[in-house]
């Protein structure tokens, strides 16, 4: 008996010698999915979020990151459950508990690592420090306490007036959490990609996280635009039983195909094209863009046709900006005549692309609202990531609820008629308000059809209001 307890001593020792070693093997693993067709993606690019670390999917979808971690001699796992401890308490107060006097830093954390809010910087004696927490707005975080040896993490949700924990607090070793984030990442949580694709599941053999921040970047030569086949189509546009914007009824069938972007514009998108991020809601880059006028949308558009080599849709003499936002433009002019070009979409082409065919004036018909919507009722008041809900039936997400989106018209009323003719007719119209369409995450579900129709200034802007962009076909 007592040489089998020294053989599995033995095992256990070199195990965690191995475990702890100054080198770390580091694998990740997991499958990319569509998340439409809910089929494996072969081909598809994973590749660590905030790192350059990638893999190539196989024929069934799966993937293997493998990397070498230099790790601290001294990273352990002790103290995770001891010395120190904080914890949530009532009146979102931080209890932190130490048995001798050190210095300690206790932040807030977004998902990406980058500090929220400073709570405490400085020497505490030993005992327990209650230290009261500002509430921030709903979505998830992390309590980051950094003591001389070690820096513990708590990941939370906030409610938007209150905290709860997430999962039980893990430790990791000093100075720095790791570049890839792994500890900052919740267990269980659903990736959305660029292209409207989700990692299915992944895991790591890394004892020291809580979950792998991975994305599924690129898919063969799937872009984020769809095509939207129109072209001789009879399409229905309104809603007879709606309110006085969306009557009468009328049908179009000059509607050419185009292609229509497979999801809102997100942050990370606007940033990276226009050097500036407006949104309110800053916490997720995959979160849609928002807080921005019509004017900046439009400029959107011609940026990105001049990355693409293609002509501008609109043209202009002079703009007015009041901080980044672009809230007046001189001498517009605007390129009907024009079609291999990004733009905003007509009211038109933005209905008929939510809701297609469908009888009904959404296209999920009697099925649950909130497997399609955010809106008011699952929301948590704030903008969510794009694609977290299913797509329509052409492949487009977020197209109702999340964020309104920009449209190119004026507002006209549809009793006159013009739209009949020219889906862009709002040329004639003498309002100076241009429509937005979809209903966001506060409205109710019975203003989130798709007929619904909405109108603003152009130089307004609103943390409930973003846009997606169409690209004419030839």
């Known amino acids: 008996m007592a040489d ?29 999915m569509d998340k439409n067709s809910g089929r ?17 999917t196989n024929e069934e979808g799966e993937f293997q990151l493998s990397y070498v971690e230099e790790t601290s001699v001294n990273r352990s796992l002790k103290g995770a459950y001891s010395d120190p401890v904080f914890t949530i308490t009532k009146g979102n107060f931080i209890d932190v508990s130490i048995s001798e006097k050190q210095n300690i830093t206790l932040r807030i954390l977004d ?37 001389a040896s070690a820096n513990y993490t708590l990941p939370v949700i906030s409610s938007g007036s209150y905290y709860s ?13 790791r570049k890839a984030n792994l500890e900052l990442v919740f267990p269980d949580t659903i990736f959305v990609t660029k292209a409207g694709y989700f990692i299915e599941k992944a895991e790591t053999n890394d004892p ?49 195909d185009y292609k229509i972007s497979r999801t809102p514009v997100r942050q990370e998108q606007f940033e990276e094209l226009m050097g500036f991020n407006p949104s309110f809601f800053k916490d997720l880059p995959s979160n849609p863009v928002e807080n921005v006028t019509w004017y900046d949308a439009m400029l959107y558009c011609n940026e990105l046709s001049k990355a693409e080599g293609l002509d501008t849709f609109y043209t202009y003499s002079s703009l007015t900006r009041v901080g980044d936002n672009v809230t007046e433009v001189g001498g517009l002019q605007i ?8 733009r905003l979409p007509t009211e038109v082409e933005w209905e008929y692309a939510s809701r297609g065919e469908a009888a009904t004036v959404t296209f999920w018909g ?31 997400y977020d197209m109702n609820g999340n964020v309104g989106e920009w449209c190119q018209n004026y507002y006209i009323s549809y009793a006159g008629g013009e739209m009949v003719i020219d889906h862009f007719s709002p040329r004639t119209s003498r309002r100076t308000e241009r429509t937005y369409r979809g209903g966001s995450y506060s409205n ?31």
């Open 335 to 342: 390129n009907y005549h024009l079609t291999d070009v990004y």
């Open 111 to 147: 998902l990406r690592g980058k500090k929220v809010n400073e709570l405490f910087r400085g020497e505490m004696a030993k005992g327990v420090k209650s230290i009261q927490a500002p509430v921030l707005s709903s979505g998830f975080y992390i309590f980051h306490l950094q003591t």
């Open 40 to 56: 494996p993606l072969v081909g598809a690019t994973v590749q660590l979020i905030n790192n350059t670390i990638s893999a190539i």
């Open 208 to 256: 020291f996280a809580q979950g792998v921040a991975v994305e599924c970047v690129a898919y063969g030569d799937k872009s984020d635009m769809v095509l939207i086949e129109s072209e001789g189509k009879t399409i229905t546009i309104g809603y007879a039983d709606g309110g006085s914007m969306e009557r009468p009824v009328f049908t179009v069938n000059n509607l050419m």
């Open 366 to 396: 009697d099925e649950d609202i909130a497997k399609y919507v955010w809106f008011s009722e699952n929301s948590n008041n704030r903008t969510q990531p794009v694609g977290h809900r299913f797509a329509n039936p052409f492949g487009l």
């Open 165 to 177: 924990p997430a999962f039980k607090s893990s430790v990791y070793s000093p100075p720095n959490p």
């Open 4 to 32: 089998r307890l020294i053989f599995i001593a033995v095992l256990l020792l070199l195990f965690f010698c191995n475990l702890y070693s100054e080198d770390m093997q580091v694998d990740i693993t997991g499958s990319v």
């Open 444 to 474: 109710s579900r019975d203003n989130i059809r798709s007929t619904f129709r909405y109108m603003m200034n152009p130089s307004s802007r609103d943390n409930r209001l973003g846009f997606r962009v169409v690209r004419s076909m030839e």
